[in-house]
Each structure stands twice: as C-alpha cells, then as structure tokens.
C-alpha cells in the first residue's frame, strides 16, 4: 500500500510569514512532552518501522578521499554542455569519468 505524497514547497519568506500569522503546525512544547515510553510505542506500532533493528557495533567511518586539482584543456562545447545545468557540473564531469573509469575496469 503506497502511501499518499503531499509535497508542498515554500521560499524561507513564506514560511516566516507563515510562523508570524501563527500557521505552523510545529508544536514543540508537544513534541517535548513525549515520553520515552510513548515515543516507543509509536514507533513500533509504525509498520514502516516493525522489526526494524540497526547494529551499530561493525559500523566504521571512512573519511573520503580528497579530490585532486586538475587543469586541464577541455573542447568549449563538452564544457558548454555541462555548464548549461548550473552549479555542480564539475561533480557532473567527475562523475562521468569515473563511471568510465569503472567500465574499463570491469572489461579487464
């Protein structure tokens, strides 16, 4: 069973004019009256959540490895073609070289 999907945006303006006309629904004095207790059984009567455990004791932090800088000489429409979406076109570029990369690896 799908759940329904209502998902509405609003600019940081209409959210504080929003708060200031008392619109919000966020009730904090709410939310931190919740016992531990109570918070619990919600959550296992969620059936999203049913049965769901994590183990956290083979967990590990793997700090990514820093990018290296590059200069280098590209044609003008390749870069253009990038560039068109905006920001993040560098990680755009990154990205196709190493699914490239992963391809060659992988026909070896």
Do not use: C
Not at 6 to 22: F, K, P, W
Not at 58 to 82: C, G, H, T, W
Request: no cysteine.
């Amino acid at each position: 069973m799908a759940k329904k999907q209502r998902i509405v945006r609003h600019t940081a303006e209409e959210l504080q004019a929003m708060a200031a006309r008392g619109e919000d629904k966020t009730s904090f004095a709410r939310a931190g009256a919740v016992r531990q207790g109570e918070l619990e059984a919600s959550i296992a009567a969620d059936p999203d959540e049913a049965g769901l455990t994590f183990d956290w004791s083979k967990a590990s932090v793997e700090m990514p490895q820093p990018k290296a800088v590059l200069n280098m000489r590209i044609d003008r429409d390749v870069l253009e073609y990038f560039r068109r979406d905006g920001r993040g076109y560098q990680t755009k570029i990154n990205s196709v070289l190493r699914s490239y990369v992963e391809q060659m690896l992988h026909q070896r």
